[in-house]
Nanobody
């Protein structure tokens, strides 16, 4: 059983900051990729940021320069530091992980339950 535990969402004013965290636990051999996706009302889920191998990052154009993804490999935890938040960032943010059940596996996809981020005055 693999679980992704998310925390850090909430209500913040425009220009404010939030820090999301997601810890992976359970039975797996290694992590290929961890990251964050988001889904606003009436929208499709979109990739926000991912980190692969602990150093290779990818960001959506809309968050570049404002969001920073990082990973603590020892804790199997990924973070998303969100600065200069805008109302357009309001969404449910989902933690994502591609995990290998054995060292030679093709990674499987896992998702957290989501945490609400609301940016409003």
């Amino acid at each position: 059983q693999v679980q992704l535990a998310e925390s850090g969402g909430g209500l913040v004013q425009p220009g404010g900051s939030l820090r999301l965290s997601c810890a992976a636990s359970g039975s797996f051999a290694s992590i290929k990729t961890m990251g964050w996706y988001r889904q606003g009302p009436g929208e499709e889920r979109e990739q926000v940021a991912t980190i692969t191998g602990g150093t290779s990052t990818n960001y959506a154009d809309s968050v570049k320069g404002r969001f920073t993804i990082s990973r603590d490999n020892a804790k199997n935890t990924v973070y998303l530091q969100m600065n200069s938040l805008k109302p357009e960032d309001t969404a449910v943010y989902y933690c994502y992980a591609a995990l290998r059940r054995t060292p030679w596996d093709t990674p499987y996809d896992y998702w957290g339950q989501g945490t609400q981020v609301t940016v409003s005055s």
